[in-house]
C-alpha cells in the first residue's frame, strides 16, 4: 500500500528541488546579461578600434559619417527657422491684405463685402493664435 504521507513528503521535496534549480538558473542567468548603453553618434573607442582592426580606415570612415550626418541635421534646423519665419511673414501679409481689401471695400460702398473681408482676416488671426497656442509644449515642471 501506498503511504499518503510519504507520497506528499516526495512531492514536496520535488517541489523544493524544481524551485532551487530554478533559482540557480535564474542566478545564472542573470549573472550573463550584459547591458551597455552609448550615448552620441560615435560608438566607445574600445569599438572604434575593433573597426579599425576590421575594416581597414574603419574608424575615420565612422568619424566622416557622423561628421555628414551632423551637418545634415544643422541645415535641416537652420531651414526649420527660415520657413517659419517666412510662413509668418506671407501669413501676416494676408491678414494685412484681407484688412485692407476691407478697407477699400467700405470706401467704395460696398461694407457688406468689406465686412466680410474683415472679418475673415480676424478669423485668420484667431485661427493662428489657437494653432500657435494649441502647439505649445508646456513648460517642464519642477520637482524638487
Request: proline share 6%; charged share 20%.
Amino acid at each position: 500500500m501506498n503511504d499518503p504521507k510519504a507520497s506528499i513528503q516526495q512531492v514536496a521535496k520535488t517541489v523544493i528541488a524544481e524551485k532551487e534549480f530554478r533559482q540557480q538558473l535564474i542566478g545564472q542567468i542573470a549573472g550573463q546579461i550584459t547591458i551597455q548603453h552609448q550615448g552620441g553618434p560615435l560608438p566607445a573607442p574600445e569599438i572604434l578600434a575593433k573597426y579599425n582592426e576590421s575594416i581597414p580606415d574603419g574608424a575615420e570612415r565612422i568619424f566622416r559619417m557622423a561628421e555628414r550626418d551632423q551637418r545634415h541635421i544643422h541645415r535641416n534646423q537652420n531651414a526649420g527657422f527660415v520657413l517659419a519665419f517666412l510662413g509668418e511673414i506671407l501669413g501676416w501679409s494676408i491678414v494685412i491684405s484681407a484688412m485692407w481689401c476691407a478697407y477699400n471695400l467700405v470706401m467704395k460702398d460696398k461694407p457688406l463685402e468689406g465686412a466680410a473681408s474683415f472679418f475673415a482676416g480676424l478669423g485668420l488671426l484667431a485661427a493662428g493664435y489657437y494653432e500657435r497656442k494649441r502647439n505649445q509644449k508646456p513648460p517642464p515642471s519642477q520637482k524638487v
